[in-house]
Nanobody
Framework: QVQLGESGGGLVQAGGSLRLSCAAS????????MGWFRQAPGKERDFVGS????????TFADSVKGRFTVSRDNAKNTVWLQMSSLKPEDTAVYYC???????????????????????WGQGTQVTVSS
């Protein structure tokens, strides 16, 4: 059974940093594409960033580009979302998601839509105060 567990959320002042982690069990993250999404109250779940199966490709939404990075530790089967220069508009519940290995056909393919992902974590709240 695939399980994803996020942690690292919290309350931070604008300009601060947080690092979210997503630990996986039941699959190996180096065999799948993985994404981060966020959802603010009353809004749709939006793409934040993604890392390809190979780990060689990452991409980010324009709203976070230059401030957020994604990294993966294959030995720990964990992915991190490093968030810097946080803004109040970054406030949301953040989710990690993975695309099933059988569907991850491209080594460096990036997936942007929530529908492209098969397994989701429970989410972690990030609140940025002004």
């Amino acid at each position: 059974q695939v399980q994803l567990g996020e942690s690292g959320g919290g309350l931070v002042q604008a300009g601060g940093s947080l690092r979210l982690s997503c630990a996986a069990s039941g699959l190996t993250l180096s065999t799948v594409a993985m994404g981060w999404f966020r959802q603010a109250p009353g809004k749709e779940r939006d793409f934040v960033g993604s890392i390809s199966r190979s780990g060689a490709s990452t991409t980010f939404a324009d709203s976070v580009k230059g401030r957020f990075t994604v990294s993966r530790d294959n030995a720990k089967n964990t992915v991190w979302l490093q968030m810097s220069s946080l803004k109040p508009e970054d406030t949301a519940v953040y989710y990690c998601a993975v695309r099933a290995p059988i569907r991850t056909t491209g080594t460096n393919t990036i997936y942007y839509s929530p529908k492209s992902y098969d397994y989701w974590g429970q989410g972690t709240q990030v609140t940025v105060s002004s």
